[in-house]
């Protein structure tokens, strides 16, 4: 099982060496900004690629936080598939294997169904050219893919609006912190998940400093936050996914969550 953590983009090579990562997952510029995405690492994109085929890393690229493509709101739905597209554009550049971004949310009065056709008009407008990875979210008012209830709509609607292939392309990515904080019992949840998306492609490792379905999302490192740490073992060994530790401390905290991991899943 591969099992990385998210790191710092100017040199993610660096920062996977320094954890023990098999992978690294990182961002390509601000993470709560409008601009393009870009690659910090030294000699861009190609370099990045080919360095990380060579030292055996796989690379994923998280999206800016401010994308949401689900809201009723233009002046955010229509700049946040442009910055979705360009940021599947350069993560494929990368030889990223996913680039995960979060369900988003609609407006508190709004119908979700709203939502869920919005995501279908992004998906159907663009051939994603990588996998694009739907994460759960812990709170946002009105959320696309808190709730297991809503992620099940949301793939039944694009199931039916959106091509073959496409679907091919859209992955989901299971953050246990966020699932915990949202209020969905980890206890079985990668089943109820392949339930509606038929696939976890990726999983978030997080402890939540939260307690259950608080609604924040705060991480933790694994076994110091309010999640049972077997609880996220469970998780990672059900889903048999790449593994990401978004946690805090650095390489140390990092490096001790990988390490948590691997010494307790059955090999
Ligand atoms: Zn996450």
Redesign the pocket.
């Known amino acids: 099982m591969r099992i990385g953590a998210h790191v710092d983009q100017v040199d993610p090579l660096a920062e996977a060496l320094a954890r023990g990562a098999d992978l690294a997952q990182f961002f390509l510029g601000d993470p709560q900004g409008w601009k393009a995405p870009v690659v910090a690492y030294a000699g861009g994109a190609a370099a990045l690629r080919a360095d990380a085929e060579a030292a055996g890393v796989d690379l994923y690229v998280?999206s800016p936080y401010v994308i949401n493509v689900a809201t009723s709101n233009n002046r955010i739905r229509i700049p946040s598939r442009k910055l979705l597209a360009q940021h599947a554009t350069l993560a494929a550049e990368i030889g990223a294997k996913g680039l995960?971004v979060h369900g988003g949310h609609v407006l508190k009065d709004d119908d979700p169904e709203g939502g869920f056709d919005n995501w279908a008009k992004t998906l159907e407008r663009f051939e994603p050219p990588l996998p694009i990875l739907i994460?759960n979210t812990a709170g946002g008012g009105n959320a696309m893919a808190r709730h297991l209830d809503r992620i099940a709509r949301l793939w039944e609607v694009l199931d039916g609006r959106c091509s073959v292939s496409t679907m091919g392309s859209v992955g989901f990515?299971l953050?246990t912190?966020?699932a915990h904080a949202g209020g969905e019992d980890l206890a079985g949840i990668v089943d109820r998940v392949k339930a509606v998306t038929g696939r976890v492609d990726l999983v978030?490792a997080?402890d939540s400093r939260d307690t259950f379905d608080s609604g924040a999302d705060r991480h933790a490192n694994l076994g110091s936050g309010s999640i049972d740490g077997d609880d996220i073992v469970a998780v990672v060994a059900a889903a048999g996914a790449p593994v990401?530790c978004?946690t805090p401390g650095g390489a140390a905290g990092q490096g001790a969550d990988i390490t948590f991991l691997r010494d307790r899943l059955p090999t």
Do not use: A, S
């Open positions: 998280h995960v994460e990515c953050d912190c966020h978030h997080n990401v978004e």
